[in-house]
């Protein structure tokens, strides 16, 4: 005989493989939400529209960054040549200021996808058992725990 998962299971299991998929945001529309960012940042956006530009812009490698020193001060770069066909060029404190984005972004994201996975209105911590005290008072926010 063979044996099947839950449909509750299943239906969780679901839930989470599509909310890791990527967002229907084209590759365009994520270079330019990065890029709005980067201004914020304090980055400086220079167009490639000059023949010599546009050559040193096709050096680069494509939405990276790359650190630059020049009279001992450190940029960082960041070229476009599908978007805005330009460059980003910003100092430390904007690079950091656009890590420090990404940072909270990232946290933002992975507290909104773990809310999503708990949130289960049928969830019953009382088909678990009772609750043991060592295990501390841990609250997942799923309803009334009925211990």
Known sequence: MMHRPPLGFLAVLSFGLLTMLPSCETASQQIEGKEDHLAAAGFFQKPADTPERQAMLNRLPAHHFVRRVKNDHV???YSDPLVCDCLYVGD????SRYQQ???AQALADEQEMT????DDAQWNWGAWGAWNPAWGNWDPGMGPIGW
């Open 75 to 77: 940029f960082y770069v």
């Open 92 to 95: 430390e404190a904007a690079y």
């Open 101 to 103: 984005y990404v940072q």
């Open 115 to 118: 809310a999503q996975m708990y």
